[in-house]
Antibody
Framework: QLQLQESGPGLVKPLETLSLTCTVSGGSISSSDYYWGWIRQPPGKGLEWIGTIYYSGSTYYNPSLKSRVTIFVDMSKNQFSLKLSSVTAADTAVYYC???????????????????WGQGTLVTVSS | QSALTQPASVSGSPGQSITISCTGT?????????VSWYQQHPGKAPKLMIY???NRPSGVSNRFSGSKSGNTASLTISGLQAEDEAVYYC??????????FGGGTKLTVL
């Protein structure tokens, strides 16, 4: 059974870089069928897609966060990671990682559903 | 990209059916059959309930069904049960090669 687990600091200072890692167990991150994604949820608010990566390193990012986001894969550890720079209080959220189905039709890419999800980790931005 | 539009709340009594709408544009919901629905209980991670508009993952009750007409997708829950009380989110692929979520709908089982 595939499981994902987020890890990283729960408190980050304003203007610093938020760094989180998602460890995948029960399956390989280098599976050719799936991508891997990050989603966040500010307290009491809705879900926001952050970005998605394939094991080869191909990435897709939310345009509203793209200038501050980097997602990368470490196949040797079966992990993928998120870095979000220059954080502010608005970046305070529960951050989830999830397996992401991305459908490819030749040169066309279709971002689809997330399943399963990690349990999420709360990151607070505060001095 | 703008979030998809969902009603803030819906309610129903046990045994009844409810429908949650998710309205987008021709650049997302209306243009592609890549609409998904997620259920989130308080303090828990979202759970995939419907994918590709009207498909249920293994293990999801057949009381949950999805549909789409034009730019609006819908999630219907029949035979409401107390355990269905949760927040439901829709999501869709967009023509900008991004993914957008709805604002969420809180379902109350009376």
């Amino acid at each position: 059974q595939l499981q994902l687990q987020e890890s990283g600091p729960g408190l980050v200072k304003p203007l610093e870089t938020l760094s989180l890692t998602c460890t995948v167990s029960g399956g390989s991150i280098s599976s050719s069928d799936y991508y891997w994604g990050w989603i966040r949820q500010p307290p009491g608010k809705g879900l926001e897609w952050i970005g998605t990566i394939y094991y080869s390193g191909s990435t897709y990012y939310n345009p509203s966060l793209k200038s501050r986001v980097t997602i990368f894969v470490d196949m040797s550890k079966n992990q993928f990671s998120l870095k979000l720079s220059s954080v502010t209080a608005a970046d305070t959220a529960v951050y989830y990682c999830a397996r992401h189905l991305v459908t490819i039709f030749g040169v066309l890419t279709r971002l689809n559903w997330f399943d399963p999800w990690g349990q999420g980790t709360l990151v607070t931005v505060s001095s | 990209q703008s979030a998809l539009t969902q009603p803030a709340s819906v309610s129903g009594s046990p045994g009844q059916s409810i429908t949650i709408s998710c309205t987008g544009t021709s650049s997302d919901v209306g243009g592609y059959n890549y609409v998904s629905w997620y259920q989130q209980h308080p303090g828990k991670a979202p759970k995939l309930m419907i994918y590709d508009v009207n498909n249920r993952p293994s293990g999801v009750s057949n009381r949950f069904s999805g549909s789409k007409s034009g730019n609006t997708a819908s999630l219907t829950i029949s035979g409401l049960q107390a355990e269905d009380e949760a927040v439901y989110y829709c999501s869709s692929y967009t023509s900008s090669t991004t993914l957008v979520f709805g604002g969420g709908t809180k379902l109350t089982v009376l």
